[in-house]
């Protein structure tokens, strides 16, 4: 146990969330509705490919940007109606966020107390809030008595874990990290992931890990994957399992794709706790503008 003091974890619920980005050109739908639910003092870790969505979904949460439509709320505020000036005041004290490359988030000329410290500043501002001193947080993710180093001095692994810090020093209830792992050795990816699971554990905070690498997903215990911009599946404690979107859709597993393409009708029978998919048909290449169904099997 350590000298850091417990913080109230904080919610967030998604709802139908989407994100397009408008470019020279065209535009590109990044999130595509995501439903998702996190428990106040969850950890989850968000994975799936290059491009999926993940980090324009944490961007949104962090507060860095307003989602295009859909709702997000993270405890009771709900982001996708704050201004940007309401948007920046959660940036630190409610939403910590770190992200992908430890140094991107350390200052490299001042210590890592004095790094905490300045970024403790705008929360320290709020009345009535209650701050860590630099050297607990430090302590919280295996850094105690480097307060004086500075981040050159470090290891990747003790950087990695020193912009954990950085992250936690606004005391946020929601921490959102990106590649925390992503450089490090097998040592450096333990530890990183030990402090991880002692600020959840002893300070209450929610943890949001993007991660590419499946073993972090699965450490965590619940790993959302996202795909073509919303949530297409999702593990917990070594089971994986398909998810129900807000509309009533469910992703197939993208190696189904090949024996059921786009277009392919199933029967639907269910009861309360199962339902079965029969393919009947799909479809083959149109002629005379007609498109021609293939059986793929008796029509149940
Ligand atoms: N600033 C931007 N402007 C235009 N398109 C963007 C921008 N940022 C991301 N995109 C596009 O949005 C989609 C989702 O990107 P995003 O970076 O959120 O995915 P990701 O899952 O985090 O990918 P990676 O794992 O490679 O970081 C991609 O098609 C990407 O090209």
Redesign the pocket.
């Known amino acids: 146990m350590t000298d850091a003091s417990r913080t109230e974890g904080v919610p967030v619920t998604c709802h139908r969330l989407i994100h397009i ?1 408008t ?1 020279g050109t065209g535009d ?1 739908v ?1 999130l595509s509705g995501v439903d998702l639910s996190i428990s106040a003092g969850e950890m989850l870790a968000l994975v ?10 944490v ?1 949104i949460l962090g507060g860095l940007m307003r989602p295009s439509a859909g709702r997000v709320y993270v405890g009771d505020h709900d982001l996708s109606r704050l201004s940007p000036s309401d948007l920046a005041a959660l940036r630190g004290p409610t939403v910590g966020t770190v992200l992908q490359g430890a140094e991107r988030n350390l200052l490299p000329y001042v210590s890592l107390s004095r790094n905490i410290w300045l970024a403790q500043r705008p929360a320290a501002r709020i009345a009535g809030r209650r701050l860590d001193p630099p050297e607990a947080i430090l302590e919280l993710v295996g850094l105690a008595g480097a307060g004086a180093r500075r981040s050159g001095d470090l290891t990747p692994g003790q950087r990695q874990r020193a912009a954990l810090a950085q992250g936690l020093a606004a005391g946020p209830g929601l921490l959102l990290v990106d590649e925390p792992t992503s450089q490090l050795d097998g040592t450096g990816r333990d530890e990183v992931l030990a402090a991880l699971a002692t600020i959840n554990s002893e300070r209450g905070t929610t943890v949001v890990v ?1 991660t ?1 690498d499946g073993d972090v997903g699965a450490q965590l215990g619940r790993a959302v994957t ?1 795909r073509d ?1 919303r949530v297409g599946a999702e593990g917990r404690n070594g089971r994986d399992f398909a998810v129900v979107a807000g509309d009533g859709t469910i992703q197939l597993p993208p190696e189904t794709l090949a024996s059921f393409p786009a277009g392919t009708l199933f029967e639907v029978d269910h009861t309360d706790e199962s339902i079965t998919l029969r393919a009947t048909a799909h479809p083959s290449t149109p002629r005379n503008g007609e498109v021609v169904r293939g059986e793929r099997g008796p029509a149940g």
Do not use: R
């Open positions: 980005y470019t590109v990044a799936g490919p290059s491009g999926s969505g993940k980090s324009t979904l961007s993007v590419h996202i911009g």
